[in-house]
Nanobody, 123 residues
Framework: QVQLVESGGGLVRPGGSLRLSCAAS????????MGWYRQAPGKQRELVAT???????HYADSVKGRFTISRDNAKNTIYLQMNSLKPEDTAVYFC?????????????????WGQGTQVTVSS
């Protein structure tokens, strides 16, 4: 089983910054793509940003230029630096990881979600 633990959420004023972290632990052969998603009240979960094991990134148009995703493969951890936060960024932010469990000879895919961390942007 692969566990993801997010941290770093909180209350911030518009224009402020927050940094989220997500650490993966448990039994896995490798982690491929990791990412951040968010879900606001009454809305569907949406992609925020993803990063591959080699560092390629992808961002939702709504956060481009404001958010930066990064990754420390040695720590199996990703980060989301959020700057110039807006009230519409208010949501529960979830971490996601996809990879392979098992070993080099026999392995199979996994996908895991964290429990979420609340980000509230309000004056």
């Amino acid at each position: 089983q692969v566990q993801l633990v997010e941290s770093g959420g909180g209350l911030v004023r518009p224009g402020g910054s927050l940094r989220l972290s997500c650490a993966a632990s448990g039994s896995f052969f490798r982690i491929d793509d990791m990412g951040w998603y968010r879900q606001a009240p009454g809305k569907q979960r949406e992609l925020v940003a993803t990063i591959t094991s080699s560092g390629s990134t992808h961002y939702a148009d709504s956060v481009k230029g404001r958010f930066t995703i990064s990754r420390d493969n040695a720590k199996n951890t990703i980060y989301l630096q959020m700057n110039s936060l807006k009230p519409e960024d208010t949501a529960v932010y979830f971490c996601n990881a996809e990879g392979r469990r098992g070993n080099i000879f026999v392995n199979f895919p996994f996908g895991s979600w964290g429990q979420g961390t609340q980000v509230t942007v309000s004056s």
